[in-house]
């Protein structure tokens, strides 16, 4: 039943990941800034790297610390800072606040799903899952706050 289980979430997890990389390129499609276009490609392609340690996970072939667990910045913009609507023509303050809150709420996802799970593997996975997701919130809300926020010749 365990094994039932973990299979379940990791399928659930694999659509998530599956969810975002296409979220990613359709906005990379929308964008018109070439900078803006290389991160959201690099933001795909780490989506599609997620799922494809989930798959590897799945069959035995990637152990769960095959995930890093390095320290995160977590500036909380997207916390603070109303979604952008992606109906509408954004611009790079934008695009850079979306996947913001599209990186936040697949955190939240992960961070939830292990809170409810018992001490062990799945639930280690999970949290680094989440971690990952929140360091690639880390980037791009310092993308957005060095594009909001240029700094200037007096400091």
Known sequence: MKEKRLDSLIDIAISKEEEAYNFYMNL???AG???VKDTLKFLANEEKKH???????????MASASLGMGEMID??????MEKPDLEKDMNTIDVYLVAAHKELNAYNFYK?????Q???EVKDILIRMANEELKHKEKVEYLYSNTAFPQTQGG
């Not at 939830?112 to 409810?116: P, Q, R, V, Y």
């Open 28 to 30: 990379h499609g929308r």
């Open 33 to 35: 800034d070439k900078e």
């Open 51 to 61: 799922k494809e340690f989930l798959e590897g996970y799945r069959s035995g072939k």
């Open 75 to 80: 500036y909380r913009i997207a916390e603070h």
């Open 112 to 116: 939830t799903l292990a809170g409810i």
């Open 118 to 120: 018992p001490p062990g």
